[in-house]
């Protein structure tokens, strides 16, 4: 290599370690003297993600901030439904009208009531309908035939309902009877009912300030300096 560039082996020491720090190029030399600025001006540079835990703590400060309202109106639902279930006053009321229907629709399918006249009224109205066929001249002789045939079946039909509706009247009354004797245990079931209403509401705002807690804490864990 000395024979094909014998001029290299002419040049002084010190003009080759020159030349060969040159062509290392500027990184090497910019690097040390920033650095050596940094050391003269006593400052470090900071590292470029050191803001990222102060923001990742300001974003869950407006989260926290922004759940506040919503957790507080669960609240206060939550305590107007526990008052609203545990209202006495409320509660009496229920059974009151409870009482009241049952009264109503007694009267309605008593024996005397309504729907016991209902089937006699249409079974009456078939009837008559025969008797005036059966003494009218209106029609030809067979088209009278045909129509009084017609209402002989809807009697026989009308007949048939009228005794099915007449037993459904009757179970149907007997056990309204049977409710108003057990008033006092229908209040209760009724009130176990509240009673479990008002259970669920409970749970459903532990599970919520249970949430909200998760987040409080993960708030609190990150108020120190980063790198803690």
Known sequence: M?????????????LLFATALLM???PLGGA?????????AGTTAAPADAVTPVEEFSKQVEEFKKSYPELNKKIEDSAKSIDAIT?????RTEIEELRSAVAGMLGAVSDNGPVSQLGAKALAHARSKIKELEQGARFKPEERDFLLDQWRKLVTETERAND?????????ADLLR??????DFVDELMQIRRATEALEVIRNLTRDIRDASGKLR???????????
């Open 164 to 172: 099915d509706l007449d037993s459904a009247r009757k179970e149907f």
């Open 218 to 228: 993960t708030l609190i864990g990150g108020i120190k300096p980063p790198g803690v």
């Open 87 to 91: 209202d006495i006053d409320k509660a």
């Open 24 to 26: 290392l190029g500027p």
């Open 2 to 14: 000395l024979r094909l560039f014998p001029e290299v082996r002419r040049q002084p020491a010190a």
């Open 178 to 183: 049977t409710l108003q004797t057990r008033e």
């Open 32 to 40: 040390a003297i920033a650095q050596s600025d940094n050391r003269a």
